[in-house]
């Protein structure tokens, strides 16, 4: 028995309903490949695929990317905004606070603990942001010596 396909990043965009360009599909390949990348970082990735881009495009397609579902916006408080392709799992973010690195951090406990508020207000709640504040084993370790 053979394994399903993976789809490619250009039947990802079409799926989504996006129109597939070589910027687009190397946006989104470089959201993927890197580590929760702000918009500079984003733009020279692309740029070293496939050349010029404007900043203004590369905002304009996080935008549609973001909106489709297929990359993730983080806005750790006093940072830029950041990109990244992990998407759809509910998982959460620590951010040091001195270098300002940020991982991944899975949901503590049982299948997302953290949707069910104690007082939702009357809203219908279909995600969560947590963001852990600390520092990274670098600093700690720079700090102490």
């Known amino acids: 028995m053979t394994a399903p396909r993976t789809p490619t990043t250009a039947e990802e965009l079409r799926g989504a309903g996006l129109r597939v360009t070589a910027a687009r599909v190397a946006l989104l390949d470089t959201v993927r490949h890197g580590d929760h990348l702000d918009v500079e970082a984003i733009a020279s990735g692309v740029r070293d695929r496939v050349g010029h881009v404007s900043l203004q495009a590369v905002y304009e397609a996080l935008h549609a990317l973001t909106a489709a579902g297929l990359v993730r916006r983080i806005e750790p408080a006093g940072s830029p905004a950041r990109y990244e392709g992990r998407v759809?799992?509910?998982?959460?973010?620590?951010?040091?606070?001195?270098?300002?690195?940020?991982?991944?951090?899975?949901?503590?406990?049982?299948?997302?603990?953290?949707?069910?508020?104690?007082?939702?207000?009357?809203?219908?709640?279909?995600?969560?942001?947590?963001?852990?504040?600390?520092?990274?084993?670098d600093c700690s370790t720079n700090r102490t010596a």
């Open 88 to 137: 759809g799992d509910n998982h959460h973010h620590i951010v040091c606070r001195s270098c300002g690195a940020v991982a991944d951090v899975d949901c503590a406990v049982g299948h997302a603990p953290c949707l069910h508020a104690a007082d939702d207000h009357g809203f219908t709640i279909d995600e969560a942001e947590v963001i852990y504040w600390g520092r990274c084993p």
